[in-house]
């Protein structure tokens, strides 16, 4: 129900209180009959009247919503109940303090002082009417109005007291409700640049300013992080000036050691507020509000709502920071599973990959080992005539040497592949290491009936590499065109190809399918008719080869084709000789 109305009711609650108390005291108030019924008619009458008020507030309350029909009604009847009760000096002039306080409840100080006005120019009037015009009569006149104006003006001085309390109670209501609408919207989200945001522009809302900017850091609490997040909100086309102006304010405060709530004006008298944003041990940023020139500048009521809001805020923009902080843990964590599990998954292959070579290693040595047992034992249990015995004896003594070199094989791989390989790699004459290799091969390439070609490199090209352990792979590649070419020729040289030297063994022999390029450098992988091919060879040669040219920072490949000959081909670093 709107105030007035709910005033309308009250008034009319009161003036049945005021019949029901008149009623019973008429009678003794030593009134003559005309007069007492003439006071019962005007109750009777008011009762009427209070009735049909009543009514139209339920109807058309429209009609009485400024009381001035009341008011103008409730005079009337007081005034004539006054007359009846025998004028302005009897006691029914206390009636007329009823009207008076209700026109102060209702319209304040000055239409109450105008119907006390009027009350006071009848009561003069009736005097000069009907009295004598005696002194006493004109004190009595002077006292009862002076009453009456002094009711009315306290009446009116309570009415404005309760307006003001009144309208403060509404204003702290509406101010919290701003901040609660505030505060939620910045609890509505978790993203912390959503919620920087949200900080800024209801910051801007609450102080009723043009222009907020959030920042935080470079300080951060023990848990978060907010890496220097900044966030504002400007409304004018001078959002470039306003956040300017602020940044440097911020900047001052943010320097400052002592972080309190700052207020001031700018020197082009901007009203300007900076609060920060801190828990109990560290100070997470602050938040600065800018006000136009022709603002007012800030009140204690802004201050006291928006440090409010900011300490709401910061529990937001802490939560936010946690969430992420949590998000970046669990991403973290994800990505150290994956790796986990790449990890095991390598370990896996690493484990089967040592299976397998422990099985092949097992199946190569049996096959010698078979051989050797199987014609020893033929020589112990069967006489054989000497050349049959000089067969045998060769055939052992064939498998014993594969024995041999396949047990040297598996030693070398596996002390390179576990690291245990002392590796010498110092500055050596490129030349040198071709010629060196070449001298021990000339001989088993000629008897082999195959062409040789070594073209060394001019003398002073220096590789880093391990002498020794260069010689094996050049020995193992030559080896190879040895065994796998039987007309043609066999060729070694070398170039520089940038900052690599790049070795090339090149033979006429039967070639690699492009399919096995890759598949050679596997161990115990050979190519071709491995029965026949078997006491040739232990298929671990190119995986070592491989494994010594890698440490040496170079790579190994093969060029070839079926029936085209082969050219195997690596690289080393060269050795630059340092300026004098
Ligand atoms: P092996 O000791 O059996 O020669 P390698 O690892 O040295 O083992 O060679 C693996 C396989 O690569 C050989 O069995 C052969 O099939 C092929 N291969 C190596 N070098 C040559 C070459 N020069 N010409 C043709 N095939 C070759």
């Avoid at 109005?145 to 001085?157: D, E, H, K, N």
């Avoid at 049959?388 to 024995?403: A, D, K, M, P, Q």
Wanted: hydrophobic content about 45%; aromatic content about 8%; charged content about 20%.
């Amino acid at each position: 129900m709107p105030a007035h109305l709910r005033m309308e009711q009250r008034f009319i609650a009161l003036r049945y209180l005021g019949l029901f108390s008149l009623a019973p005291t008429l009678p003794l108030l030593n009134l003559t009959s005309g007069r007492l019924a003439a006071a019962y008619a005007l109750l009777c009458f008011t009762a009427l009247y209070n009735m049909t008020i009543q009514f139209l507030l339920r109807r058309r309350s429209t009609w009485l919503n400024n009381g001035y029909f009341t008011t103008i009604g409730d005079g009337i009847l007081n005034i004539a109940m006054v007359i009846i009760g025998g004028g302005f000096g009897s006691p029914f002039y206390f009636i007329l303090f009823t009207t008076s306080i209700a026109a102060a409840m209702r319209y304040g100080y000055g239409p109450t002082l105008l119907v006390v006005g009027i009350y006071v120019m009848l009561d003069a009037l009736s005097s000069r009417l009907f009295s004598t015009g005696n002194a006493s009569a004109t004190a009595d006149l002077f006292f009862r109005s002076g009453f009456l104006v002094i009711t009315a003006l306290l009446a009116g001085y309570l009415r404005e007291q309760a307006r003001a309390a009144e309208a403060a109670l509404a204003q702290e209501l509406a101010r919290a409700g701003a901040l609660n609408e505030s505060s939620r919207a910045v609890s509505a989200s978790l993203q912390l640049s959503t919620v920087a945001r949200t900080v800024a522009v209801e910051a801007r809302r609450l102080a009723g300013a043009e222009c907020a900017l959030l920042r935080l850091g470079p300080h951060a609490s023990a848990d978060v992080t907010y890496d220097g997040v900044e966030a504002q909100d400007c409304s004018s086309d001078q959002a470039d000036d306003q956040q300017a102006i602020l940044n440097a304010l911020l900047h001052e405060a943010i320097a400052d050691s002592a972080p309190v709530v700052e207020q001031g004006t700018t020197d082009d008298h901007r009203p300007f507020m900076l609060v920060p944003l801190q828990t109990r041990s560290a100070l997470l940023g602050y938040v600065g509000v800018l006000r136009a020139a022709h603002q007012p500048p800030f009140q204690p009521h802004d201050t006291a709502l928006l440090t409010s809001f900011i300490e709401r805020a910061r529990l937001a923009l802490e939560n936010a920071s946690l969430y992420k902080t949590i998000g970046d843990r669990s991403q973290d964590l994800q990505r150290a599973y994956a790796d986990l599990a790449a990890a095991h998954q390598e370990l896996l292959g690493v484990d089967e990959m040592k299976t397998n070579f422990i099985a092949n290693v097992s199946h190569e040595l049996r096959t010698p080992l078979t051989s050797i047992r199987s014609f020893s034992e033929l020589l112990l249990s069967y006489e054989v005539d000497k050349p049959t015995e000089r067969e045998f004896l060769g055939i052992i003594n064939t498998e014993s040497e594969r024995l041999t070199r396949l047990i040297n094989d598996v030693l070398d791989i596996t002390k390179i592949e576990a690291g245990q390989v002392d590796w010498r790699i110092e500055p050596h004459n490129l030349a040198d290491l071709l010629q060196t290799s070449a001298r021990s091969f000339a001989q088993i390439i000629a008897d082999h009936q195959l062409a040789f070609i070594c073209e060394a490199p001019p003398p002073d090209i220096k590789v880093l590499a391990d002498r020794d352990r260069i010689l094996q792979v050049l020995a193992n590649l030559l080896g190879n065109a040895v065994k796998f070419t039987t007309q043609g020729q066999i060729k070694l040289d070398a170039a520089i190809v940038g900052e690599s030297a790049t070795i090339r063994v090149s033979d006429t022999g039967i070639g690699i399918a492009p399919a096995d390029h890759e598949r050679i450098f596997e161990k115990f992988h050979q190519v071709g008719d491995t029965l026949t091919d078997k006491p040739k060879g232990t298929g671990l040669g190119l995986c070592i080869c491989r494994d010594i040219v890698h440490q040496h920072g170079g790579r190994l490949w093969v060029e070839s084709g079926i029936g085209q000959g082969s050219t195997f081909i690596f690289t080393l670093p060269l050795h630059v000789a340092p300026a004098a």
